[in-house]
């Protein structure tokens, strides 16, 4: 595999782990591939250098490594009737640690407890820098409303927060479309606008 190849690889497993789409449809209906030069462009932007094999090769392992040394994401999102279970990462010479959680919701409310990671679902393993890390998964015993909410982990050593998003099924629909008429309105994708 030469250069060149190995580095699209890269940029593409970057691009994925950074949510950038590889692809969209524009306004034509026409499927259109984003280019490794976007996908360099956006990355730089991030400040994930880019400019050669073997950046993007240690971009890709600081950003692997990184989401597994983050107790929580920034952010999770889950839809309303699902079960919450929230995933953390914790070094396994934490896991004897009794964590406390607090969730404090849109408008508030605060619900606690406490968590013993020992006794958590382990989903995944990984050493980073000699180091064993777990993935767990907590399944919250509360059931926040649709809305965005705050969610902390604490304990001597190991602390995390992340915004908690619980969204609807579907999106809002207007009584006229829900009763199935039909009704008119405008819509335009954001890249296929122009102005001077």
């Known amino acids: 595999m030469n250069d060149e190849a190995n580095v699209d690889g890269l940029l593409d497993r970057l691009a994925q782990l950074c949510g950038i789409q590889p692809d969209y449809t524009d ?5 259109r591939e984003v280019s490794a030069a976007t996908k360099r462009t956006l990355l730089a932007t ?7 094999a073997r950046q993007a090769g240690a971009s890709l392992a600081e950003l692997e490594s990184r989401s597994w040394r983050r107790v929580l994401p920034p952010v999770q999102v889950t839809r309303e009737p699902e079960p919450l279970q929230i995933a953390l990462n914790l070094p396994a010479s934490r896991t004897p640690e009794t964590l ?7 408008v508030g409310n605060p619900h606690e407890g406490k968590i013993e990671p020992a006794a958590l679902d382990v989903i995944a393993r990984k050493i980073i820098d000699g180091n064993e890390y777990w993935r767990c998964t907590f399944n919250l015993p509360c059931k926040p409303q649709i809305g965005y909410h705050r969610f902390t982990l604490n304990a001597d050593k190991t602390s995390g927060s992340m915004v908690l998003i619980v969204a609807p099924t579907i999106c809002y629909q207007a009584p006229v479309l829900k009763e199935g008429r039909r009704a008119w309105g405008l ?3 954001l890249y296929a606008l122009k102005s001077k």
């Open 100 to 106: 406390t959680w607090c969730l404090v919701t849109e």
């Open 46 to 52: 991030m400040d994930i250098p880019v400019d050669d």
């Open 187 to 189: 819509s335009a994708q």
């Open 27 to 31: 306004v034509w209906s026409k499927r």
